[in-house]
């Protein structure tokens, strides 16, 4: 996605779509803002100009010169619109296909997707007629996202409050479904790996694989062609989605090694281990045989390898840190000659192997940290897409 129209009505959630459009420009996606008139009262155009770096329009006509705004060029390569938050008021008139102000007047004319969202007072929003008009747009290819629950600005408690801007992004970008990474090739690797010690014990670690996959989920949902290399875990494969699974490090490193030159992002989500027994029996090794010393090798640091071959490959890496977090994690994009590392400290609670959340930081190649909430996994990963598609556009 490169351009996005923001339209903003006059209810009192405008204050939380400055965040929104944030979001979209952090993304490197061209945020133009329409506003009505009474959205301007609760907000300000030059708030929205400052974050956007694009003029911000209200009237059909600019500076009371008659011109008329040519509303049709603010849609040019328009991939989406989001109108948030949308009022009664504004739902009506989309439904009735007014058009007597400039966002009612470039809904109309935009032949992009539609993303809406309500918000308003309890009983407006029950309102037969609010529940018709949201059913009538619906029906028409609109995608409207439901309210959340909770206090309301009247005092009253109920369904109505605009979403967080986090999730009106998400919801906007699944609506849509971005087709930013179509036809790339990308590796993905994911779970742990085994390191066998006899036919039945081994040396591993608790990955589960979930980041790895949601990751090959998101690429896949944004058109990437995604091979998975994966070690044991119990998910399904996404849909569409090349799995090769195998078992040890050096199993990985072949199946990475002879996808590489045909991808053009790697994203290597995987727990490899980094020792293996040096030497490992054909037979179960007996309970007597407990006193042993266990000789443990070094396994090879495929990234590492990847790293020495870069060429115009974007390399991104995961490190899972108990000490230090950032400073180790940017010596190994250094060493590893990463373009992103994603660092978890896994004394955090709700970070690292077995959670479904994950709270990280992504440094770049210029050493710049940007910290991440608390958040899902499979939500991260889009979030982590979203940075790459960055590097993808340079
Ligand atoms: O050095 P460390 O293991 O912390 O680095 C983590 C990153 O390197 C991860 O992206 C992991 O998949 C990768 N790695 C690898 N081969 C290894 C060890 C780690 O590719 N043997």
Redesign the pocket.
Known sequence: MKKVIIGVTGGIAAYKVPELARLFVRSGIDVQVVMTPAAAEFITPLTFQTLTGNPVFVEMYGDRTGERVRHVELLENADLMVIAPATANTLGKMALGLADNLLATLYLAADCPVVVIPSMNVNMFKHPAVVSNIELLQKRGCHVMDPDQGELACGVYGSGRMPEPYDIFNFARRAVMIKDYQGIEVLV?AGPTREPLDPVRYISNPSTGLMGFSLARALSDRGALVTLVSGPTHLTAPAGVRLVKVNT?AEMREAVLSDYSKCRIIY?????S?FRPAENWDEKVKKEKASMTLQLAS?????LELGKNKGNKILV????ETEDALQNAHD?LVN?NLDLIIVNNLKEPGSGFAVNTNRVSIIDRDGKVEEIPLMEKEELAHLILDRTAVLLKK
């Open positions: 690797t490090a290597k989500a995987a727990a490899v980094d396994n090879p640091d495929i990234l890496g995961f490190a899972a190994k590893k």
